[in-house]
Every structure is written in C-alpha cells, then in structure tokens.
C-alpha cells in the first residue's frame, strides 16, 4: 500500500537554569505569530534543508532568545499527529542545565518576549510544550542522581548547603541530608578547604567544597558507580 507522507522537522529546546536564590527554571518565549500568538512556549522552529538537528537547535535559541549554549542533550522525538494545528510536524528535543546570569537574554525574530519561569509556575504554553517539559525535567531528575551534572551551576568553592539546595531544587523534593553528604564525600571527587563560608548573622561557618574535575573523569574511566 502507497504510503502518503507530508511531514516537516522542527527542534525545541528545553534550557533549564538554577540559581540558589531562584531554584530551577526554564527559558521561555512569547510567540508574536499564529499560531498561539501571544502564548508563551518554548524556543524552537522548523529545521532547514541543509542544516543538521544541532545547528538548527542552536540557531533558534540564539534567534529567539539571544543566547548560545556549548552543550544540549537530546532528549526525545514528539509526533503526534495533532500536535501543531498547520500541519503535521515531528519535533526533536534537546535540553540543558545553566546559570541564567551567565546570560543576557534578547527576543527576536518570531518571539515577543523571553523570560526565565520558576518550574513550578509555568504557565499552559503552546502546542505540547508543557508535555515536553515535564519529559525533560523528568530526564534530568534520573539523570542528576547518577552523573554529577551541576557542579558548574555553584561556584568554583561552595559550603555544602548549596549543593544539597541544588539537588532538592532539581529532584522537588527533600532529602536525608546526612545520608546525602556521606555518599557524596565517599566517591572522592569533592574536597574540603580550609577556607571558611561567609555568614550573614549568627552561626558557625563551615568549611567550603569544591569539584575536582580531573579526579571525576579519572574515576568514571575506573568505572566509578556514582549513584544518590
């Protein structure tokens, strides 16, 4: 039996962003053109002729938002039929995990505005972006508790207390605080200082961390099982 395609490839990209301060979010845009103009959503289009998957994700995020990310993962293909109301289009997704005042973010070309939103108070987006979402946020939760992904979202030197609100900000959820910096400590790849954290008020500083990078990737080539 002939088989009748017509089916066009878009890319979305899902960029997450933490701060201590804010938690977890993720870039969003305004669309100024139908449909769903004026809905927020997030930043993405159609893939050109000559243009691989990647290009295409950074082109748009850089297009529609003004920033430009060194690494996106793949995450998942969304098909569904129905999904945009034009006509049939499949979208490979792509996510990361950044610092947004690394960025100054810029709308352009087919969006109005872009923002950061808490991951808690996203609004209804268009198409199924919000299905998307969840899909990504999902991956990122599995995804933190076996690879240290983060570790670049703190500062060069952290009091513990910041990678415990990392974790609970991306998991949305509270942890045996205890039980977490004894399996962190005992993989090897975080030090202690001597230098001390800095308080605003009462209270006994403790010491400040930091990741040893070079002695991570010496243990994941060993075969280290990091998993929280």
Request: net charge neutral; aromatic share 12%; hydrophobic share 40%.
């Amino acid at each position: 039996m002939p088989t009748t395609q017509d089916i066009k490839v878009a890319v979305d990209a899902v960029v997450f962003g933490y701060t201590s301060k804010e938690g977890l979010s993720v870039l969003l845009i305004k669309r100024n053109i139908n449909p769903f103009k004026n809905t927020w959503a997030l930043p993405g289009g159609l893939v050109d002729n000559h243009e691989s998957l990647e290009d295409a994700v950074q082109r748009e995020l850089k297009e529609e938002t003004g920033i430009s990310i060194n690494y996106l993962e793949q995450l998942y293909s969304f098909g569904n039929p129905g999904r945009d109301p034009r006509n049939r289009v499949i979208s490979i997704t792509y996510y990361g995990l950044v610092k947004p005042d690394a960025f100054e973010i810029k709308a352009a070309t087919d969006a109005a505005e872009a923002a950061w939103f808490n991951i808690k108070k996203v609004p209804q987006l268009a198409f199924d972006h919000n299905t998307i979402i969840g899909a990504a946020h999902d991956r990122l939760k599995n995804k933190i508790l076996y690879q240290p992904v983060g570790f670049e979202l703190l500062e060069e030197k952290f009091p513990f207390s910041e990678l415990e609100k990392l974790y609970m900000a991306v998991l949305d959820r509270e942890m045996d605080r205890r039980n977490f910096k004894k399996k962190v400590i005992k993989f090897g790849f975080l030090e202690e200082t001597t230098e001390k954290q800095v308080l605003e008020g009462a209270g006994r500083p403790g010491n400040l961390f930091r990741f040893n990078q070079e002695k991570y990737f010496h243990l994941q080539k060993q075969g280290i099982n990091f998993e929280i």
